[in-house]
């Protein structure tokens, strides 16, 4: 049993999965039960705990978790005072941002925030909406919103404010988007004493590093090639390298083995220009992870 622990929340719900597969990719093994709020990781040092998303954040400020994963809407909402570790750009859907959006019905004569004045809003994130409308110069009525919230309007509410990745549920229920209320990434976040310890500083970066490397590889895949001498400059100019191809000379002085790192969605393209070019022996292998 380690000396230390890091006590991480993990966001239940709609972000449980997408993070633990991460994990998993950065070489965290957790394992859930239908019967625990403390999922067992494979890590003597780290002691998790399932938390929304939505309360993460005040847990951690407050110290009964080191860290957390959430989203920076939800820490924006509470106002927490929490340090951000690092930037984590996944959701429950894509590996993009979601936002909160302001909508009213398509048919609504609505057509900016200023046309709410004296209406009602529905939304679960209270705080972003008023600060929103109080940016704007709007006075309007916000109400907390348990669920099905895109349902409101127009019987129980003049307009919404909702969080989005695609917009299928919007549109699926007549809804027109006025207004970006705010655009969220998932964030780690820390406790201020847990970051003013050493070792759970080392630690949160430990791990931060590895899900960044995981992420940062994500899309992306190695090319490698033995190409002639006199065919080099040619070939280069076809490679969107990360930074630039790594060339080594091989033992016949007339040839050189090229490395480099693409986007997966070109090589079906660029493969049959490469082998056009000179290249022989192109071999596409995968990447887990990039550490910048």
């Given amino acids: 049993m380690s000396s230390h622990t890091l006590k991480l929340g993990i966001p239940a719900g709609s972000l449980q999965n997408a993070t633990a597969q991460l994990f998993e990719h950065a070489g965290f093994h957790i394992t859930f039960s239908a019967r625990s709020y403390y999922p067992s990781i494979d890590d003597d040092d780290i002691e998790c705990l399932l938390i929304r998303a939505q309360e993460m954040a005040r847990y951690v400020e407050q110290g009964i978790l080191d860290a957390g994963i959430t989203g920076l809407d939800w820490v924006l909402e509470t106002g927490a005072n929490v340090v951000e570790v690092c930037e984590l750009v996944f959701s429950k859907v894509s590996r993009r941002p979601v936002r909160w959006v302001l909508c009213v019905p398509e048919d609504s004569p609505v ?21 929103y ?88 895949v190695g090319l490698m090639m033995n190409v002639p001498r006199i065919d080099l400059d040619k070939i280069l100019t076809l490679l969107p390298a990360l930074q ?32 056009a070019a000179g290249a022989t022996g192109i071999v596409e292998y995968s990447i887990s992870k990039i550490i910048d």
């Fill in 244 to 275: 630039k191809p790594t060339i080594s000379s091989l033992s016949d002085p007339d040839w050189y083995d090229v490395n480099t790192i693409v986007e997966e969605s070109v090589v079906r393209s660029i493969v049959p220009r490469l082998k």
């Fill in 111 to 131: 057509q900016s925030v200023l046309d709410l004045e004296g209406k009602r809003i529905a939304t679960e994130a209270v705080g972003l909406t008023t600060a």
């Fill in 133 to 220: 409308l109080a940016k704007h110069g709007v006075q309007a009525a916000v109400e907390f919103s348990w669920g099905a919230t895109e349902v409101k309007p127009p019987q129980l509410a003049d307009a919404i404010v909702e969080v989005t990745e695609t917009g299928s549920s919007l549109r699926a229920n007549n809804l027109r988007i006025v207004d970006e209320v705010l655009q969220s990434t998932t964030r780690l976040i820390a406790n201020a004493d847990a970051i003013a310890d050493p070792w759970k500083k080392e630690k949160l970066d430990s791990i931060a590093l590895m899900l960044q490397a995981c992420l940062n590889a994500e899309g992306k």
